[in-house]
C-alpha cells in the first residue's frame, strides 16, 4: 500500500463536505506531475487530506476506492481522475508549521513543492503524521531555569 496527500481549499471543498458526500472523483488537477501521481493511486491506497490556503493543516484520513481514469472535468488533454472515499478525521489536525519543524516531515513534498496537489508519502513520513494527527504536537520544551519564559500558570 502507498500513501498520498492531496491538497484542497476548504472554501472549496472542506473535509466536513467530504465526509458529508462520503465519496467523490478526485478531479481538476492540471499539473502534469500531479496527474502522474494520480495514476499511480491503487484502490486500498490511503491519503492525508490537506486544508490549504486558509488553515494549511492535514485534517483527515481518506482511501483510494477507483484508480485513474480520464477526468470528465477536462474539456482538453489526457488528464486523470480517482475516487476517494473519506475516512477518519485527526483528532489533532497537523499544521504545517509542525510539518516543517518535524525532522522526519521537513522533506515531504508539501514544504519542497508548495504548489503541488498531489503527492507521494513515504512510509516513515506517513506514521510520523498519523503519530502526530492522532496524538497531538510534543509539548514545547520548557525554558532553562531561571530565564522566566516557559512558564504555565498552575491550576487552580
Not at 521537513?106 to 513543492?113: F, H, I, P, S, T
Not at 503524521?129 to 514545547?140: A, D, K, T
Request: aromatic content about 8%; some cysteine; overall charge positive.
Amino acid at each position: 500500500m502507498n500513501h498520498w496527500l492531496v491538497k484542497q481549499e476548504p472554501a472549496d471543498y472542506a473535509w466536513t463536505a467530504f465526509v458529508a458526500d462520503g465519496r467523490t472523483a478526485w478531479t481538476g488537477v492540471r499539473n502534469f506531475q500531479a496527474r502522474n501521481h494520480l495514476r499511480a493511486m491503487r484502490e486500498g491506497d490511503q491519503v492525508a487530506y490537506y486544508h490549504s490556503g486558509e488553515g494549511r493543516e492535514v485534517v483527515g484520513i481518506a482511501s483510494v476506492v477507483r484508480e485513474a481514469y480520464p477526468d470528465p472535468t477536462a474539456t482538453e488533454g489526457d488528464w486523470s481522475c480517482v475516487d476517494l472515499k473519506a475516512g477518519e478525521p485527526l483528532p489533532y489536525p497537523v499544521p504545517l508549521a509542525a510539518i516543517r519543524d518535524d525532522a522526519n516531515l521537513r522533506e515531504l513534498a508539501l514544504v519542497r513543492q508548495s504548489r503541488l496537489s498531489v503527492m507521494p508519502v513515504s512510509p516513515a513520513q506517513w506514521k510520523r503524521l498519523l503519530e502526530l494527527g492522532r496524538q497531538g504536537q510534543p509539548p514545547v520544551p520548557d525554558a532553562p531555569a531561571g530565564s522566566g519564559g516557559g512558564r504555565r500558570p498552575r491550576p487552580r
